[in-house]
């Protein structure tokens, strides 16, 4: 028997200045979550000029015309609810998950600061330090703090997609009050955003009160053109990474893949899901139940819409041989190169497949999410309720063929982890 969702109701709408509207009403429990995405990321930022998107994200809990600084956290917590914001090349996010009567006091936060953030030489000054904090707290000063970033680099050629988001300090420094205001007039306008409503409310209501704090936000022209085109080989096949704050040496390897939402996306998804998802996947019996060879495997798919990535690596324990494990984890990637996922694989897969599903629903909030980016990147929000049988369709010589193509394959990133006194 055939395994159904229900559908998600979706409804979309723009209001007159452009901003994207979409409505999904849930009234199964009595919150609302408010989800912003601006199409704007790391992706967006020129050489000189790394951090902005993530900085800007800091800036935007500064206050706005009247809403004062870090009033954000204090009117949401004060009415029950959790908010927050995050920065990815892709887009920069801001969300709250309210009481459903709360509604109102979401879209007008959200709204003050998309109209009238208080971009100011002291907001700027102190955020700067912040993210200054951040990047030593959790990548300079953290071990393989930094490893994601250097294996980005190396896969990719272009500026746009090889950067990391957290920016350069020296990129930080540089940032002036007119750089940040006129990041905020090119990128936070209505006609380069989506709101999406998530959960507990009244359609028509909410209609009015989003028209009402937000219809009257002027919009601005397109933001620049963008490239992310890449040539199919990698930036750099080798580096070694001398890590004063690493107690083992590690490695990393990644791959340069197709872009989100493609068919051959999906099929080495699914490939990563068998490889490195979870304690039944392949390298997690090989090597950590097997072998007992590795402390720590990891393992995901940095999913753009340009051309995205996978990364695959281990923290062995000590005295192992890296070459040994990396011949076990290429044994395994040719081996579904060669054969493809047993009947029982995709079995499983297909039951993950329908978990992760079924649990995402679950969620206001993150359904919300879900909804935004598929309105953003994809320009059809109602892709939600596809999503679970276009991953179902994908047949088993699909992701043969694709980790035979994208994976089983020299054209791929090296980065060994060699802590300090070693090497």
């Not at 208080?118 to 490893?147: F, S």
């Not at 990563?272 to 304690?279: R, S, V």
């Amino acid at each position: 028997m055939k395994f159904e969702l229900p559908s998600v109701d979706i409804e979309e709408y723009k209001l007159e200045n452009g901003l994207r509207v979409v409505l999904n009403r849930d009234d199964s429990v009595p919150v609302v979550a408010v989800a912003v995405y601006y199409d704007v990321g790391s992706r967006n930022e020129r050489e000189g000029r790394t951090g902005f998107a993530h900085l800007f994200e800091h800036m935007m809990f500064q206050g706005s015309a009247n809403v004062p600084k870090a009033g954000h956290f204090q009117y949401v917590m004060k009415a029950g609810g959790t908010m927050n914001g995050t920065t990815s090349s892709e887009r920069t996010n801001y969300f709250e998950t309210m009481p459903a009567n709360q509604l109102p006091l979401a879209l007008w936060l959200e709204s003050d600061r998309m109209r009238s953030l208080a971009v100011t030489q002291e907001n700027l000054d102190n955020q700067r330090e912040a993210v200054k904090e951040e990047k030593r707290l959790r990548y300079d000063n953290q071990p393989y703090g930094q490893i994601f970033d250097i294996i980005t680099s190396m896969i990719f050629k272009n500026f746009a997609n090889a950067h990391s988001t957290i920016g350069s300090m020296e990129d930080l420094d540089d940032a002036t009050v007119e750089d940040v205001q006129e990041f905020f007039r090119v990128y936070y306008a209505p006609n380069n955003a989506v709101l999406t409503l998530s959960g507990s409310f009244d359609p028509a209501t909410a209609k009015e009160i989003v028209e009402t704090y937000f219809g009257d936000i002027p919009s601005q022209p397109a933001p620049p053109s963008l490239d992310v085109t890449e040539p199919p080989e990698v930036a750099d096949d080798y580096r070694e990474w001398h890590d004063p704050h690493a107690p083992l040496p590690a490695f990393l390897m990644g791959w340069k893949i197709p872009p989100r939402n493609t068919h051959e996306f999906k099929a080495l998804y699914l490939a990563g899901k068998l490889l490195y998802d979870g304690d039944s996947s392949r390298l997690y019996q090989k090597l950590v139940k097997g072998d007992e060879s590795v402390v720590q495997l990891f393992g995901f798919t940095d999913e753009r819409r340009g051309p995205s990535s996978i990364y695959i690596g281990a923290i062995p324990k000590p005295d192992e041989d890296l070459s040994k494990i990396r011949t076990v984890i290429m044994a395994e990637i040719d081996n579904i190169a060669a054969h493809g996922p047993t009947a029982d694989e995709m079995q499983k897969l297909h039951n993950q497949l329908v978990n992760d599903a079924v649990r995402m629903r679950q969620s206001s909030m993150v359904r919300a999410q879900h909804i935004a980016e598929f309105a953003l990147y994809d320009g059809d929000p109602n892709l939600i309720n596809r999503e679970l049988d276009e991953l179902l369709a994908i047949r088993p010589d699909e992701i043969r063929k694709a980790v035979s193509e994208f994976l089983n394959t020299e054209n791929r990133s090296l980065l060994d982890v060699v802590p300090a006194g070693r090497g």
